[in-house]
């Protein structure tokens, strides 16, 4: 724990503090859009406590914390559209927060170069995800990790403030934060070998002012990402519906029929005329679902080996995993379906356990 009594880490707090409170007043206007911020980054700070909790643990937790009804299927298809799905990758990205945010910690509490230089270090090192693009989210897991390891930085309310902000507050909010770490650790002296509080003040509101016109650009492209996520959602919510169990998974079947039918043809079996309309109309439902982007996340009917972080994201029915590394061979009932990319999930694969092989 810092000590907050120390004047330095004191005059810190404060320039966090006030930091937080620009971004929150850029977001007072627009808090309703803010919604889904705060909900994956209350996520993210319970997988910072725990890095090994389980998604629908972790909604659990979520609903005992916040009075919520969560379910854990959101909670995969928040983490999915994170790319923090993999429970390995997840803990990679947790895991330099946690190394990240204590390297802060120190140079913050020793304030010598060589700690800073060290922090820096961590700072630029990239963590890609499973695909080997770095994280998006890295900045932000790390401003999460640092008030969940050293909640007396919050001078109030701060810690619910940051819950608001998404990546590109994020990125400015901890560009000030390191700001002020460098000023503390290598700043000029006077010629008393003393830190110069009113140097370091117009220094820092030199960068912060140069900083402002590339957030704004930032900001102005995580609005236009988000109004694409708004038709992205609708979509997700259309398609979701035909291969929900109440219409009885319409996707699943026109998949099923379609492939069905080019296997009869395959084989020359003769379809009656009669049904030559309804299985044109098959084929156009599927042409219509591809075209929208709609894919089978899995082959129907196969059997594949699964490890556990692959199987988190399906309804699986067997026999628990005994480790997070062993494999087991599952039967492919349901495809499951995605959107786009396989990072936005409409529909689950239904997996179940092979033990006959």
Known sequence: MLNINDPIIKRFTENLHNSVERRNKRTISASSSYDDYILENRLIKIFCEDKAIEPHRCADKFNDLYGQNLSGDRVIQILRFLHLSYQSKRAELLDWATEAVDAFAKALATRVPKDFEAFIALRDK??????G????????????????????????????????????????????????????????????????????????????????????????????EKIRESHQNEMIEFFSLLNSEKYGCILDAVLSVRNGVRKLRKENVSIPPEIGALLILIERLAHFIRDNKINPILKPGSVQDMRLDEVEACDYEGSPFETTDQVKHVKVLSPGWFYQNKDVQIARPRLKEVTNV
């Not at 990239?126 to 695909?131: L, M, Q, S, T, V």
């Open 133 to 224: 693009d770095p994280f998006k989210i890295q900045i932000r897991v790390f401003c999460l990790m640092l008030y969940v390891k050293h909640p007396e930085l919050d001078r109030g309310k701060d810690t619910e403030i940051v819950e608001k902000f998404g990546n590109a507050h994020m990125k400015y909010f901890f560009s000030e934060a390191v700001d002020f770490l460098r000023n503390i650790c290598v700043n000029r002296r006077n010629r008393n070998g003393k830190r110069d509080p009113l140097q370091e003040r117009i220094e820092l509101l030199e960068t912060m002012l140069n900083r402002s016109d590339m957030m704004l650009k930032d900001l102005q492209d995580e609005f236009d």
């Open 126 to 131: 990239k963590i890609c995800n499973r695909d």
